[in-house]
């Protein structure tokens, strides 16, 4: 059974901070990590995806990974009230055939 | 790039009546696409992958009678909810895969259709 475990939320941080979410999983066959960002009454939007092991920046966001330790996480900087969402982790094998496996997610709320 | 569409975005029906929902990719061919379910406050749940010309996998316990999946083309896949009754109202969302590259590792999604059912 594979799975994927988030923190336990919500999280919350003032504007301005960082916001760090971890997330695990079982699988060490793993070999594709994502993170993606829900509004609340929205589908999921794509803000990561991460292959190799240490750290992935883009923008204001940073994905580290840890192979080792089955263990990848995503950073916010200089959060934002926008950034308030829940953020779900999922795993997956590369190829054709591979499903995506997801964390509950973890909601972060931003305090102006 | 990897936009994909659905229609409609929200649908009220009578409980007994089938309703079709479309899952589009606009700007990449989807050999692969997956329908999810997710209920108020609740994660995902993957109901069943569908590749392009084939039938669709079911994941354990989603009825494929009440079901029906229809990936009849590299850019759509259809989700027909039979009969419907109130406890199938949710949020419906589909995802797509490309066929090669980064497309191919990832899956992007639609923006989902909430279905209500009276």
């Known amino acids: 059974q594979k799975e994927v475990e988030q923190n336990s939320g919500p999280l919350s941080v003032p504007e301005g901070a960082i916001a760090s979410l971890n997330c695990t999983y079982s699988?060490?066959?793993?070999?594709?990590f994502f993170w993606y960002r829900q509004y609340s009454g929205k589908s999921p939007e794509l803000i990561m995806s991460i292959y190799s092991n240490g750290d992935k920046e883009d923008g204001r966001f940073t994905a580290q990974l840890n192979k080792a330790s089955q263990y990848v996480s995503l950073l916010i900087r200089d959060s934002q009230p926008s950034d308030s969402a829940t953020y779900l982790c999922a795993v997956a094998y590369t190829g054709a055939n591979s499903k995506l496996t997801f964390g509950k997610g973890i909601t972060l709320s931003v305090r102006p | 790039g990897a936009v994909v569409s659905q229609h409609p975005s929200w649908v009220i029906c009578k409980s007994g009546t089938s309703v079709k929902i479309e899952c589009r990719s606009l700007?990449?061919?989807?050999?692969?696409m997956f329908w999810y379910r997710q209920f108020p406050k609740q994660s995902l749940m993957l109901m069943a992958t569908s590749n392009e010309g084939s039938k669709a996998t079911y994941e354990q316990g989603v009825e494929k009678d009440k079901f029906l999946i229809n990936h009849a083309s590299l850019t759509l896949s259809t989700l027909t909810v039979t009969s419907a009754h109130p406890e199938d109202s949710s949020f419906y969302i589909c995802?797509?895969?490309?066929?090669?590259?980064?497309?191919?590792?990832?899956?992007?999604f639609g923006p989902g259709t909430r279905l209500t059912v009276l």
């Open positions: 699988d060490r066959g793993s070999q594709s």
């Open positions: 995802s797509a895969r490309g066929a090669s590259g980064r497309l191919r590792d990832t899956q992007y």
């Open positions: 700007d990449f061919q989807a050999t692969t």
